[in-house]
């Protein structure tokens, strides 16, 4: 009994953190550039890695971005915006609202 409790056990533990969901057609379009190499962005909230991609919410010098991060680790950032909008969008990616 034990080990049927094993075998449908999920372990070890992961996509603890959340994913985004497909993107909806009227998903709004982010503006993706290349890094700026500030390195003293700090993460604020991150999707699950388990993916080709994972999204990361930063927060840099008062303004906040989303961070994407493929696979080959190649990093694209959103624009740059206030706290309160960048957490809308934040929410509205994670719903598959803007991509
Ligand atoms: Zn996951």
Do not use: K, N
């Not at 959340?18 to 390195?39: F, I, K, M, N, Y």
């Amino acid at each position: 009994m034990d080990g049927d409790i094993l075998v449908s056990w999920d372990y070890p533990p992961r996509c603890l953190s959340p994913h985004v969901l497909p993107a909806r057609s009227h998903c709004e379009e982010l503006t993706w550039h290349p890094p700026r190499g500030d390195g003293q962005a700090r993460v604020v909230r991150w999707t699950c890695d388990c993916g080709a991609l994972f999204y990361e919410l930063c927060q840099a010098g008062g303004l906040r971005f989303i961070r994407r991060t493929r696979r080959d680790h190649s990093i694209d950032e959103s624009d740059r915006w206030q706290a309160r909008e960048a957490d809308a969008m934040w929410i509205a990616l994670l719903h598959g609202l803007a991509r």
